[in-house]
């Protein structure tokens, strides 16, 4: 053994230590998203949500526009649920099983510090998202280009040239849209504030099960959020309802998300075009949610006894 | 004089209780003043619940304490930087069961800065040290207890650490294991590794521990060298090969004739793990 050679060990130590690094993130990030790819509830969700973009295949005896109507709905509904669920049921674990297991103290007993295992998991959870994301959208793309080319071959034999073009033109126009996939990239976005959320409620939390209860309790609360802001910002302010309200109102304006900022996915389902500007949006809000649920995740785990 | 490579000093650990309605407090280790030097090998001793996983913890700074400091080779302990200088093995170790025993090896490598070649060879010697080789492309999640700890004793061993911390780290091995750990740690201690471990089996502390401390009830009752309190300062014991009768006769009537008292006599017996190695031909 080597440990005798003072070259190696000196390269070791000698090495100033960083309070960020990414060797250490990386390696954390890379064994939780293989982790979460082992565990059965993923291809499970993932089998699922397949099945259910089948299935819209089923309902749609309807016109084009019907057809793609209830295509998107069914799918952008379906991978709404999962990649939402997937978060909370993913990230719940992580924490408690590391610590059941005891890997946590092998992990916390090397310089590795608790934020970047913290982030480490995060990003873990956030590659296996993005994966997830990836396969349902190559599903839903698959079905949108079926139904497209089904319905662009129809007016081919049926159409005279000049109005098969135009027809042509405007089905593929109305089927894959940059909103479209913009409002995926929403849906990844709001799983990914539900993982921060998760893991912020998995560091204090002693159980599995209070974290993924305390997260979609939470997660549904935060769809009220506008409610609670309008009675409190309103135009006779909080002074007209009752103190005790006023207060939860306030909680529920500042510790829950506002899960409404998502619903955008809403308004692309029924083929409304949203701006660019409203995604970027979107984006900086979903950034600043998992920041902050780092923060106050960080800020919980390290005073935690272990 | 060195630096220690652990002291604790004036550390005090009360936990609170959990309930809402008892704000009562349980004290784990009250004010404890321990050193451990450079290059010997330490065991903390004392029944369940007498406070010394709980000073493991403060020392790797996964518990923090409610007062008094620790530090390891001069570092304050709860410094994540201190933590580079130390390998721990906690008592029944599981690590991530989907990866092999090389992949455990390199991702706790990669969490102590290593990388590229100097950590496969890093991986490859510590297997080699821990007799996993011919298992470093199985899954964790295969291995036997005694594999475990032995993949558990080369993750601690992975920075090249100047400090071991083991939590009982022969439980539940066979005695085969057992005495292939126990070896791996006196082969430690010779390349001037500290070691400090907690255990139960106190037949092997006496074997490999230079000074014990024993902790009760939170408090550090006895510490030490093992030579000097666990001897009795006004007996000899004397070993002879092929005594005659005759000759035990004449030394008993010596020693009684210059005052001293002969308390018994008795065959010296091998110890029991050492005939168990014999007879299933384990023995090294």
């Given at each position: 053994?080597?440990?005798?050679?003072?070259?190696?060990?000196?390269a070791v130590h000698a090495s100033a230590h960083k309070l960020f690094s990414f060797?250490?993130?990386?390696?954390?990030?890379?064994?939780?998203?293989?982790?979460?790819?082992?565990?059965?509830?993923?291809?499970?969700?993932?089998?699922?949500?397949?099945?259910?973009?089948?299935?819209?295949?089923?309902?749609?005896?309807?016109?084009?526009?019907?057809?793609?109507?209830?295509?998107?709905?069914?799918?952008?509904?379906?991978?709404?649920?999962?990649?939402?669920?997937?978060?909370?049921?993913?990230?719940?674990?992580?924490?408690?099983?590391?610590?059941?297991?005891?890997?946590?103290?092998?992990?916390?007993?090397?310089?590795v510090a608790r934020f970047e295992y913290l982030v480490g998991k995060l990003i873990g959870v956030a590659l296996m998202l993005f994966i997830a994301t990836l396969?349902?959208?190559?599903?839903?793309?698959?079905?949108?280009?079926?139904?497209?080319?089904?319905?662009?071959?129809?007016?081919?034999?049926?159409?005279?040239?000049?109005?098969?073009?135009?027809?042509?033109?405007?089905?593929?126009?109305?089927?894959?849209?940059?909103?479209?996939?913009?409002?995926?990239?929403?849906?990844?976005?709001?799983?990914?504030?539900?993982?921060?959320?998760?893991?912020?409620?998995?560091?204090?939390?002693?159980?599995?099960?209070?974290?993924?209860?305390?997260?979609?309790?939470?997660?549904?609360?935060?769809?009220?959020?506008?409610?609670?802001?309008?009675?409190?910002?309103?135009?006779?302010?909080?002074?007209?309802?009752?103190?005790?309200?006023?207060?939860?109102?306030?909680?529920?304006?500042?510790?829950?998300?506002?899960?409404?900022?998502?619903?955008?996915?809403?308004?692309?389902?029924?083929?409304?075009?949203?701006?660019?500007?409203?995604?970027?949006?979107?984006?900086?809000?979903?950034?600043?949610?998992?920041?902050?649920?780092?923060?106050?995740?960080?800020?919980?785990?390290?005073?935690?006894?272990? | 004089?060195?630096?220690?490579?652990?002291?604790?000093?004036?550390?005090?650990?009360?936990?609170?209780?959990?309930?809402?309605?008892?704000?009562?407090?349980?004290?784990?280790?009250?004010?404890?003043?321990?050193?451990?030097?450079?290059?010997?090998?330490?065991?903390?001793?004392?029944?369940?619940?007498?406070?010394?996983?709980?000073?493991?913890?403060?020392?790797?700074?996964?518990?923090?304490?409610?007062?008094?400091?620790?530090?390891?080779?001069?570092?304050?302990?709860?410094?994540?930087?201190?933590?580079?200088?130390?390998?721990?093995?906690?008592?029944?170790?599981?690590?991530?069961?989907?990866?092999?025993?090389?992949?455990?090896?390199?991702?706790?490598?990669?969490?102590?800065?290593?990388?590229?070649?100097?950590?496969?060879?890093?991986?490859?010697?510590?297997?080699?040290?821990?007799?996993?080789?011919?298992?470093?492309?199985?899954?964790?999640?295969?291995?036997?207890?005694?594999?475990?700890?032995?993949?558990?004793?080369?993750?601690?061993?992975?920075?090249?650490?100047?400090?071991?911390?083991?939590?009982?780290?022969?439980?539940?091995?066979?005695?085969?294991?057992?005495?292939?750990?126990?070896?791996?740690?006196?082969?430690?201690?010779?390349?001037?590794?500290?070691?400090?471990?907690?255990?139960?089996?106190?037949?092997?502390?006496?074997?490999?521990?230079?000074?014990?401390?024993?902790?009760?009830?939170?408090?550090?009752?006895?510490?030490?060298?093992?030579?000097?309190?666990?001897?009795?300062?006004?007996?000899?014991?004397?070993?002879?090969?092929?005594?005659?009768?005759?000759?035990?006769?004449?030394?008993?009537?010596?020693?009684?004739?210059?005052?001293?008292?002969?308390?018994?006599?008795?065959?010296?017996?091998?110890?029991?793990?050492?005939?168990?190695?014999?007879?299933?031909?384990?023995?090294?």
């Amino acid at each position: 053994m080597s440990t005798a050679d003072p070259t190696t060990a000196d390269a070791v130590h000698a090495s100033a230590h960083k309070l960020f690094s990414f060797r250490r993130v990386g390696a954390i990030a890379g064994n939780t998203f293989r982790d979460l790819v082992r565990q059965k509830v993923f291809y499970f969700m993932v089998l699922f949500a397949v099945i259910l973009i089948g299935a819209s295949l089923a309902l749609a005896s309807l016109s084009f526009q019907g057809q793609l109507q209830t295509v998107m709905d069914v799918c952008l509904g379906a991978m709404s649920v999962f990649t939402m669920l997937l978060a909370v049921l993913s990230t719940a674990m992580l924490l408690p099983k590391d610590m059941e297991d005891r890997t946590l103290y092998t992990i916390l007993a090397k310089p590795v510090a608790r934020f970047e295992y913290l982030v480490g998991k995060l990003i873990g959870v956030a590659l296996m998202l993005f994966i997830a994301t990836l396969l349902m959208t190559a599903v839903f793309t698959a079905v949108l280009a079926y139904w497209q080319g089904r319905e662009i071959a129809g007016i081919e034999m049926n159409e005279s040239a000049q109005r098969a073009v135009a027809q042509i033109a405007a089905i593929k126009a109305g089927t894959f849209t940059p909103t479209l996939f913009g409002g995926i990239g929403v849906l990844f976005v709001r799983a990914l504030v539900c993982a921060g959320l998760t893991l912020m409620l998995s560091c204090f939390a002693t159980s599995w099960l209070f974290t993924v209860i305390s997260a979609l309790m939470m997660i549904i609360v935060g769809h009220l959020v506008p409610i609670a802001r309008s009675v409190w910002q309103g135009p006779f302010g909080a002074a007209d309802v009752p103190f005790h309200f006023a207060i939860l109102l306030r909680i529920v304006t500042v510790f829950f998300p506002d899960m409404q900022l998502f619903n955008v996915v809403d308004d692309i389902a029924v083929g409304v075009t949203v701006g660019g500007e409203i995604f970027l949006r979107v984006a900086a809000l979903g950034a600043g949610y998992v920041a902050i649920y780092l923060l106050v995740g960080y800020l919980l785990f390290a005073w935690r006894e272990l | 004089m060195s630096t220690p490579a652990i002291s604790i000093e004036n550390l005090t650990k009360e936990f609170r209780n959990p309930s809402v309605f008892d704000r009562s407090t349980v004290t784990a280790v009250r004010n404890l003043n321990l050193t451990v030097e450079a290059g010997h090998v330490y065991g903390l001793l004392g029944p369940n619940g007498s406070g010394k996983s709980t000073t493991m913890k403060i020392v790797l700074g996964l518990v923090t304490p409610t007062s008094g400091k620790t530090f390891i080779f001069g570092r304050d302990s709860s410094d994540v930087e201190s933590r580079e200088a130390v390998g721990f093995l906690p008592e029944n170790p599981y690590f991530y069961k989907f990866l092999t025993g090389s992949e455990t090896l390199a991702f706790y490598g990669k969490l102590c800065g290593l990388g590229g070649k100097m950590l496969r060879e890093r991986s490859r010697e510590l297997l080699a040290l821990v007799g996993l080789e011919d298992a470093a492309d199985r899954r964790v999640g295969g291995y036997s207890k005694g594999m475990l700890q032995r993949i558990g004793l080369a993750q601690a061993l992975v920075q090249e650490p100047r400090l071991l911390v083991l939590d009982e780290p022969t439980a539940g091995v066979d005695p085969a294991g057992s005495r292939q750990i126990r070896d791996l740690i006196l082969r430690l201690k010779e390349r001037g590794i500290t070691v400090m471990l907690c255990s139960h089996l106190l037949s092997q502390v006496q074997e490999i521990c230079d000074r014990i401390g024993i902790m009760h009830h939170g408090e550090l009752l006895r510490e030490g060298a093992l030579e000097e309190l666990i001897s009795i300062e006004n007996q000899t014991e004397l070993v002879l090969e092929n005594a005659t009768p005759a000759l035990l006769a004449e030394l008993r009537q010596r020693a009684e004739s210059s005052g001293a008292r002969v308390i018994g006599t008795h065959k010296p017996q091998q110890n029991l793990e050492r005939y168990f190695l014999e007879v299933t031909g384990e023995k090294k």
